[in-house]
């Protein structure tokens, strides 16, 4: 391990500076409703705040009827063009998706086979880093949390761009594509550099292999003797499907618009996406959700059974298990009410490799979270909310049966979800000519200045 940490600063003098911090900076809860502040960016009845016009993507788990939210079964559209529909063509042709999807996304069409090609051409050449990156950026740094050393990655990246801050169209597109091409080459070496800094494990740098898909080529390159199956490939293919997009409003999304919005370089907009998706309320979740599933594991008997889950998800909510947040993780969503398709998708395609490669109790115990959480939910809170299971319910099994480390749960998604930023910073460049400017209302009380020796 490093050993050229900053020493902290001593614990009484810590103490007595949050103690300060948090005199001076408290809010009357009331005052939100008085002012009428939604707060997170959220309607009274739990919708978003309508920020903006999109044709990337689309979110559907419910409709307005007289007023009232009426849930409905999933829907998430790439263009217009539902996610399963897409995953299905991809399975039934045998080929990759996601470079398909990135291509849709982007260019709003989906690509010929011509047009598709071209695009697997040009991650092909973008994969590569730059001469001695690796040795100067990502080897004498290592980093504890790969999302972290990504982004610094990627604002390293901005002095290798001969031409960073033109935000033109052609130069942020070219930009979008070899970032996207680059994550996973990123995203790996930055795992192996922490594997031998804070693991003492060997540390293994595959060739770089141009001719293979996304999906492909990460499986080669996180794996010792870059061997993978066909089967567990197109898996993590529609993983990356799945996380390519989610609508303007998610906070990472959102994040990367808002920072466009400003004007500034594409690097440092796509840190600000990273920096977003690697919080637990975002994509950081289905780490969350796998560490959850290791407790149940490790302190049920048997969590396939209705009565021991029920009784382990009544203590999770009680803050008696887990990890003492009350959250059950993997359920719930803030725009799915009956069902989210990508987590649909996932269960329905990590079942049979699941069971293939014995992970059947971890798979039922899923289950079993996913049928009693509601029903434990409205006896433990009142609530009868309609609720169901979450992407990040499953994506953590499919990349435990594919043998991927959690180091590297959130920057797969990073990985896969560049492709929804690089499209919705192109589309707030082309559409949008101001800088988002929400207001903050100020409940400070005026005060005289008091010079330092009255005070």
């Known amino acids: ?8 600063i001593p614990q009484d003098i810590v103490s007595s500076l949050l103690a300060e911090l948090k005199k001076n900076n408290q809010i009357n809860p009331d005052d939100f409703k008085k002012y009428h502040v939604k707060r997170g960016l959220r309607n009274d009845d739990g919708t978003g705040v309508m920020a903006g016009l999109t044709r990337i993507c689309s979110v559907e788990g419910y409709y307005i009827l007289d007023g009232e939210r009426i849930p409905k079964e999933g829907k998430l559209l790439y263009r217009g063009y539902d996610i399963n529909d897409i995953v299905k063509n991809s399975l039934n042709n045998g080929n990759f998706g ?14 010929t086979t011509k047009q598709l090609g071209h695009l697997r051409d040009v991650f092909g050449h973008y994969r590569a880093l730059p001469n001695q990156f690796i040795e100067d950026t990502i080897m ?11 982004a610094r990655c990627v604002m390293s990246l901005y002095s290798f761009d001969e031409n960073p801050d033109d935000i033109s169209a052609h130069n942020v597109l070219r930009q979008s594509l070899q970032l996207i091409a680059q994550f996973p080459t990123i995203m790996n ?10 693991y003492d494990k060997t540390m293994f740098l595959h060739p770089i292999d141009k001719e293979l898909s996304t999906a492909e080529y990460i499986l080669s390159q996180i794996r010792a003797d870059k061997t993978y199956t ?7 293919d529609i993983c990356l499907m799945l996380h390519a997009d989610h609508g303007g409003g998610n906070n990472s999304t959102f994040s990367t618009r808002v920072l466009t919005s400003s004007g500034t370089d594409t690097y440092s907009a796509i840190t600000a996406g990273l920096g977003s998706l690697k919080g637990p309320r975002h994509g950081g979740a289905n780490v969350k959700v ?18 021991q889950m029920k009784d382990m998800l009544v203590k999770i909510l009680n803050k008696e298990a887990g990890d003492g947040t009350g959250l059950i993780y993997g359920m719930g969503h803030a725009v799915y009410t009956l069902s989210d398709p990508r987590a649909v998708i996932l269960k329905e395609s990590a079942k049979k490799i699941a069971f293939e490669h014995g992970f059947e109790k971890e798979f039922k115990t899923l289950d079993a979270l996913e049928r009693m959480t509601p029903e434990v939910f409205a006896e433990v809170k009142g609530d009868n909310k309609v609720m169901c299971a979450n992407v990040d319910l499953y994506s953590g099994l499919v990349y435990k049966v594919l043998g991927v480390p959690y180091d590297l749960y959130t920057p797969l998604f990073a990985t896969a979800r560049i492709a929804g930023w690089c499209a919705h910073r192109l589309e707030e460049l082309t559409t949008n000519s101001r800088i ?3 207001a903050y209302k100020s409940v400070s009380k005026r ?4 010079p330092i020796e009255d005070r």
């Not at 066909?230 to 993590?236: I, N, V």
């Open 1 to 8: 391990m490093p050993e050229n940490f900053i020493s902290p």
């Open 98 to 111: 996601f470079e398909e999807v990135v291509w849709l996304l982007i260019f709003g069409a989906l690509p």
């Open 140 to 150: 004498k740094q290592p980093s504890r949390d790969i999302m972290n050393k990504m």
């Open 189 to 198: 070496t930055a795992y192996q550099v922490k594997r031998r800094a804070f």
């Open 230 to 236: 066909q089967e567990e490939a197109k898996l993590l």
């Open 290 to 307: 796998s560490q959850q599933l290791d407790y149940i594991l490790e302190n049920c008997t048997d969590p396939t059974d209705d009565g």
């Open 436 to 438: 988002m400017r929400p």
């Open 447 to 450: 005060k005289s200045f008091v």
